[in-house]
Structures are given as C-alpha cells and as structure tokens.
C-alpha cells in the first residue's frame, strides 16, 4: 500500500510536469542549497503553463549514513503548483505543493529542538503530505536565478521505531500526523 502510493505520486509528478510544452525562458531547472547543507543531492524542473501560473517538480534522495551511529538515508519528490503576483519566473509568488517519500533516520540533531527524538532513536518509514509556501524568485541574470521559499502543511508518516541508529529489532510501529514547516528552500536556478 505505501510503496504503491508513492510510485503513483512520483509518476503522477513527472507525467503532470512533461504534459505541458517546454518552451525557452518558460523553463528552468534548479538545485535546493538547503538539501545541499546536508548532503542531499537534488534537482528540480518548473514550466510556465501561463503568465501567471507555474508547475514544477523536484526531488532529492540521500542513500549514506554519515557513521555507525548517524544515518540520514531519504527520498523526497515535492510537485508545485504557483501562482505569481507579477509573471512566471519574477518576484513574489504562492504555491500549493505535495510531497511524499520515504526515510530511515538515527542518531541526528535537528536545530531548535525539532524531532528531539532522533538523537537516540532511529525512524524509518514513509511519508506523505502536502502544504502552501510563499516565495520569492530573484532574477540575476539572463541565465541565472536565485529563489527563496518556506512551506507549511500536513506530513502522514507511518514509521517503525529502533532504539538506536544500528539496532535490528523495532520497539514500536505507529503512524504520526504532522503539522508544521514542509518545505525550506534557498534554490539556485538556470534559466534555459
């Protein structure tokens, strides 16, 4: 059942993002610098579908652990939706994404106190959701971009938990439903 939700997800993302005709200077292709900050690889692909609406889709995917005793190991695919206040691709712009994916996390220090518990504890599952975001897109130069977003919204997970980060045996099995921020996103972005 989850396996089968998220390749639907990630198949609906790209068949939805290919539909639309790709154009010059109506595309882009950009990598998230944030997802970077913690060894994430990742990209992502947006087109106009008119002046004032833009869709796009990313994902990023980690498959190391940094050592015995921290593991990061994730994927993540976010389709979006925009709305933008002046034209595609410049200045202000809302947008409705989903995002779902799959994780196997331990032995990690979240800042401000986030997921506390994955200092001593490791989770591993999947999750789904989705969320709004405000953003903004600052044009460089012809080619290049910068964009600056936050998202928030509703993350499904179902999730089994180990006591540490190489442990075999789960203590407990359990879903959580998670309200808060879903998206955090410094991209750097090519203007094709």
Known sequence: MKNTFLIWLVLASVMLALSFPLRGQEVVLKTNLAYWATATPNIGVETAIGKKWSLGVSGGAQWWQYSDVRKLKHWLVQPELRYWFCEAFNGHFLGAHLLGGQFNV?????????????????????????????????????R?????????????????KYRCSNCGQAQKQDTKHYLGPTKLAVSLIYNL
């Open 106 to 142: 331990g032995g990690v220090n979240f800042p401000f106190g986030m997921f506390s518990s994955l200092k001593e504890s490791r989770y591993q599952g999947w999750a789904a959701g989705g969320g709004v975001a405000y953003g903004y897109h600052l044009l460089l130069n012809r």
């Open 144 to 160: 290049w971009s910068m964009e600056f977003s936050v998202g928030v919204g509703y993350l499904y997970m179902d999730y089994k």
